[in-house]
Structure formats: C-alpha cells, structure tokens
C-alpha cells in the first residue's frame, strides 16, 4: 500500500508538473500573441479612423448635405460604427445607436483636443473605440471597431494550447510510471527489510545487487546503519543493566549510612553535622540522577511499558498536581479547566502522566519560584495543559534547547544553590511522546515561562 501511494505520487508530481509547465508556458504565448494581434489590429484601426476623419472633414468643407452618405458609405466600406458630436449635438447613421457608449471621459478629452482611444467589453464584444477632435468645423469623430474576428481567432488559439497541454500532461504522468516503477523497485525491498528489523529480526540485511552505483550505496548504507543500530542498542542494554546493578546498590548503601548518621546528628560537632548536611544533598542528587538516567536507558531501549487507559483528562490533572503537591509540599497551584474539557477524556499512563507533571513542577520550583498556574485548553480534538511558573521566563534561543538531555540554561546557572541534573524535561518529552503528544516551551501571558503539552483527546462530548 506504502509502495502504491508513493508511485502514485511520484506519478502526480510528474503529471501536475507538466501540466503547470506547460499551462504556464500555454498562458504566456496566448497573452503575448493576444497583446501583439490586438496591438496590431488597433494601430491599423487607428490610422483606419484618422483616414475616415480626414474624409469626414473634407466633407463637412466641400458638401455638408452629403454627410449622412458619406458615413455610410464609410461604415460599409470600414465595418465600424461612426459617431458624431458637431457643435454640441450628436449625429450618426443609426439614430438609435446609444450614444452613452462612449464613455463620458472620452468624450471631455476629446472636446478639449485630445486624440482617445480606449479598449472596452461589451457584454461579450470587444471594441476599440477612437475619438479624434476636428476643432476647425467644431466636430468630435468617434468610430468603434469591433474585434470579434480578433477574439475568435483567441478562442481557436486557446483550444489548441488546452489540447497541448493534456498532450503534454498525459505524457508526463506516463513517465512518471516509468521512473516510479524503476525507482521503488529498490525501495520496497528496502522497506520489507525495515519491516522485518521492527519486528526483532536484528540478522536481516540488504543483499547486494549490480542495481547501479546509487542503490549499491543506499545497500551499503542501510547494512551499516543496522549494524550500528544494534551494536548501540546492546551497548545502551548493557549499560542500564550495570548502572541498575553497580550503582544502585551502593548508592542505597549510601544512603542508608546518611539516614542511620541523620538519626544522630545531635551527637556529631559542627563541622561534622554540615558535612552531613552535603552529604544527604549528594546522594539525594545522585539518586535523582542515577534513576533518570535509568529510566531514559529504558526509553531509549523501547523497555519502558505502558498502562493506557481511558481517563478523565480534569480531575486526572488535580490528583497529580495534588500527589505532587504532598510530596513536594507547600500549597497547591491553581488548576484552571474549561468548563467543557471537564467531561473529556484521554488515553494516557496514569503513572507516567503524574511523572510529567511532577518534573515540570520540581523543574519550576528550582528554577523559577514555582508553578503559578495549571490551565486546561481544548484546541482541535486536542487538550492543551499549560503550566505556568513564577520566573522571569525562557529566552527565545533557549526553548528549543530546554528538552535536551544536560541541558541547563541560564536560570540554573545564574542560581548557584540550585541543583539539577538536566535531565527532568527531557524525561518529560520522552513521557509525552510515548503518548503521542506533543510538549514546547513558550511565554506566558504573565511573563514567565509556558511548558505547553498538547495531548489528543479519546472521547470528547459535545
């Protein structure tokens, strides 16, 4: 089906790309031999009207009577329609031609001297009107030639561009058919190849064929990539399972030694009870970082199930904000919900759920004074969870940086008693990602920093 939809496209793109070729190439030779034709067509018009003029004139001088004649004989012979405004009253042929053809502007210029000329649409007629002033008989001449000779000429071009392009569009597709079938027989084997290492089976490898150069070195590349692909992923293995085993233990050794000498702290000097005191910082870190470091080993090895059920997106968020809130202690934060998010439920991990928004709780308490606000948003079958701190907000060349692993900007440099190991928000866009979610960082409209998570929605009464 993947192969299919892929030829298809590569046989629209040809197809659509030929037909924009040669649609464009068709749209400029009409205008342009459309522009010459009906420049040519009005110059010859022009200097037509200006012969026709001369002829009218010499007539209102030598016979005036024969006037009407004479136009008739003019439009006959010219195939135009001739108008006449002498001294302020219009004559013509045809007494029922409507004058207010011409429009008002042409005839002002006209009175006033000017030669004028415009080109008008009449219904579906096409006339070229010109206006010649004779101020030595106080006469206005106007004479409309019609192009529709012109514009059938066009229609017949236009039909013959139209039936080139399907031409040319038919051939395009067909050699989109052509280049697709070369082009994705490489492809597919590719992608069953791919398919079967997603399955588990790590062993599959490209055979190598005499296909040219290109798909040699995409075989090539592709048995590398798997080679590398697995070598990481038993390293990343090995390594979760030593950190598990090597430094867990001693790491609860440790602990445990620091909470048997907590328990008599009253009956050590001084200096030894704030050793302890950096000590029991220490290891509270350490743990933190030693069991964030495990849990990313796991995403990253894909070991980390999921518990999905349907749950209710609004009061899921107050029992998290309100187990963390017991853990961390202090009050909690305001939860804001939309009146009709309140019924709306998501697919989600209800322990990794409370994990995100513990992280990005612990994550505002250490960097900037705590979480504000918890506001809940529906947006396109989506429900989007804004949590908003109390700082002086991320800088815009930081936010696509805060997410990385070790990552630590310049609030938690600035602060030298804040400790973090970097690596609670990207344990929060591996939690949000395994629930097909998304999660940016942007400012919020009190001015600190916005962690915006936007999960979709399983069921959403209307």
């Known amino acids: 089906m993947r192969s299919q939809s892929l030829r298809l496209r590569l046989i629209l793109i040809f197809g659509l790309g030929t037909l924009l070729l040669s649609s464009l190439l068709g749209t400029l030779t009409f205008f342009g031999v459309r522009h010459v034709l009906i420049s040519q067509q009005q110059q010859t018009d022009l200097q037509q009207s200006f012969v026709n003029a001369a002829l009218i004139r010499n007539t209102l001088y030598t016979a005036p009577l024969t006037l009407t004649n004479e136009l008739s004989s003019i439009q006959q012979s010219a195939d135009s329609i001739l108008l006449l405004k002498i001294e302020g009253q219009w004559q013509t042929v045809n007494a029922q031609l409507p004058f207010a053809d011409i429009s008002a502007a042409a005839v002002r210029a006209t009175a006033r001297g000017h030669v004028t000329t415009e080109t008008r649409m009449v219904q579906t007629n096409l006339d070229y009107v010109v206006g010649i002033p004779m101020p030595a008989v106080q006469t206005q001449v106007f004479e409309i030639w019609q192009l529709n000779g012109l514009e059938h000429n066009m229609r017949v071009l236009l039909i013959i561009i139209g039936s080139a392009a399907l ?158 809130t017991r853990r961390f202690g202090g009050p909690p934060p305001l939860v804001e919900v939309d009146a009709q998010l309140e019924p709306a ?17 612990d994550n505002a308490q250490r960097y900037a004074g705590g979480v504000s606000a918890i506001r809940l948003v529906a947006h396109q079958g989506h429900v989007e969870i804004d949590v908003d701190d109390a700082g002086p907000g991320i800088s815009e060349n930081e936010r696509d940086h805060v997410f990385e692993r070790f990552y630590r ?28 979610g998304e999660i940016r960082a942007t400012l919020s409209p009190e001015g600190g920093a916005r962690l915006q998570i936007e999960l979709p929605l399983a069921e959403f009464p209307s």
């Open 167 to 324: 031409f040319t569009t038919i051939l395009g597709a067909g050699g989109g058919v052509w280049v697709s079938r070369r082009t994705l027989r490489p492809l597919v084997v590719v992608s069953d190849a791919a398919a079967r290492i997603a399955g588990g089976d790590f062993a599959t490898r490209l055979p190598t064929t005499h296909a040219g150069s290109e798909v040699e070195q995409l075989t090539e590349s592709f048995n590398a990539m798997v080679n590398q692909l697995v070598t990481k992923l038993e390293r990343d293995a090995r390594f979760a399972s030593d950190v598990s085993h090597e430094l867990r233990s001693p790491l609860t050794a440790l602990a445990m030694s620091a909470s048997v000498l907590e328990q008599h702290r009253d009956e050590l000097a001084p200096a030894a009870q704030q050793s302890l005191t950096m000590l029991s910082s220490e290891i509270l870190v350490f743990q933190g970082l030693i069991e964030d470091l495990i849990e990313l080993s796991r995403s990253d090895a894909g070991a980390n199930s999921l518990t999905l059920e349907i749950i209710p997106i609004a009061e899921l968020t107050r029992q998290a904000v309100r187990s963390v």
């Open 409 to 436: 900007g310049r609030a938690a440099h600035d602060r030298g008693v804040v400790r973090g190991t970097g690596l609670g928000l990207a344990l929060v866009r591996e939690h949000v990602k395994s629930l097909d």
């Open 345 to 361: 439920r998501v697919l989600v991990d209800r322990r990794r759920f409370e994990r995100i928004i513990a992280n990005l709780m």
